[in-house]
């Protein structure tokens, strides 16, 4: 099982990325898909996830700035990430849930990519 995460770097307040995580291995449409973020110094926290039928939640912090996406075809679940501010610098991190439609703990993603360093300059 592999998930790669990409399109991490270095951008300005106001600013935008979006990340994108490949993954293989495993029957990618019938699973929960989730961004997470560790700052250092913090606790990993929720970004967004979303359910295979493509219903999103989104961590207070980042509500109306990113956006979750997954392309059932690719394989690949991607966080688009808009009005950036320093607070968003950390280490992003995709991760695959069990199969279901429901919302899920970290200890329940049996699956994490290897992370993406995001960092937001003032």
């Known amino acids: 099982v592999q998930l790669q995460a990409s399109g991490g770097g270095l951008v300005q307040a106001g600013g935008s990325l979006r990340l994108s995580c490949a993954v293989s291995?495993?029957?990618?449409?019938?699973?929960?898909m989730a961004w997470y973020r560790q700052a250092p110094g913090k606790q990993r926290e929720l970004v967004a996830d979303i359910t295979k039928r493509g219903i999103a939640n989104y961590g207070d912090p980042v509500k109306g700035r990113f956006t979750i996406s997954r392309d059932n075809t690719e394989n690949t679940v991607y966080l688009q990430m808009s009005s950036l501010k320093p607070e968003d610098t950390a280490v992003y991190y995709c991760?695959?849930?069990?199969?279901?439609?429901?919302?899920?703990?970290?200890?329940?993603?049996?699956?994490w990519g290897q992370g993406t360093q995001v960092t937001v300059s003032s």
């Open positions: 991760a695959a849930g069990p199969g279901g439609d429901g919302r899920y703990l970290p200890s329940e993603y049996a699956y």
């Open positions: 291995g495993i029957i990618f449409s019938v699973r929960t």
